[in-house]
T-cell receptor
């Protein structure tokens, strides 16, 4: 059983489209995250939710909207996709953000905007 | 503000040689420090972490790292490299105390190449 699973693995789309990436964790964790990895492999946090509540919202364009229907799921919706959105997006989870336990990462979604 | 600097974006060693990946951090509060590894087309996996206590931390796959507060460093080492160690390695710092939000600040990553 995959601990943190995200779909799709690859996403190729045209500029201006709207797309979603889904993430699910079966670890019973309270906290989930979205990280973006650019072409130089630099990783930066975008959002974090704890028990469905937003706790981290970095400087991210408001075209990006996370949604957490329950604490096992954190989806990422992106409106009006731009070329610069091309990157690998990683979902992650941890037991609870306050305890600094390790993060468990999904295998990533490679988004290519043409 | 916290930051992480990994010296050397690319390190190449021979199989059986010592691996040394350098990481320096900046933090105004006591940090928690992590090393993660990323194999091709996979997510990151935790190698080891330092929270409090013993400054020499042992992790998986024979890796270890030493927290040196005076040098603000957390270098990763392995006595003998294996071909399977070839991957991308990331050092990260997390805030503690009241500023803790669980956010990890990552370094730029170091690609480890292992030559036969």
């Amino acid at each position: 059983d995959t601990a943190v699973s995200q779909t799709p693995k690859y996403l190729v789309t045209q500029m201006g489209n709207d797309k979603s990436i889904k993430c699910e964790q079966n670890l019973g964790h309270d906290t989930m995250y979205w990280y973006k990895q650019d072409s130089k492999k630099f990783l930066k946090i975008m959002f974090s939710y704890n028990n469905k509540e937003l706790i981290i919202n970095e400087t991210v364009p408001n075209r990006f909207s996370p949604k957490s229907p329950d604490k096992a799921h954190l989806n990422l919706h992106i409106n009006s996709l731009e070329l610069g959105d091309s990157a690998v997006y990683f979902c992650a989870s941890s037991q609870n953000f306050a305890t600094n336990e390790k993060l468990f990462f999904g295998s990533g979604t490679q988004l290519s905007v043409l | 503000a916290q930051s992480v600097t990994q010296l050397g974006s690319h390190v190449s060693v021979s199989e059986g040689a010592l691996v040394l990946l350098r990481c320096n951090y900046s933090s105004s509060v006591p940090p928690y420090l992590f090393w993660y590894v990323q194999y091709p087309n996979q997510g990151l996996q935790l190698l080891l972490k330092y929270t409090t206590g013993a400054t020499l931390v042992k992790g998986i796959n024979g890796f270890e790292a030493e927290f040196k507060k005076s040098e603000t460093s957390f270098h990763l080492t392995k006595p003998s490299a294996h071909m399977s160690d070839a991957a991308e390695y990331f050092c990260a710092v997390s805030a503690t105390g009241s500023s803790n939000t669980g956010k990890l600040i990552f370094g730029q990553g170091t690609t480890l190449q292992v030559k036969p």
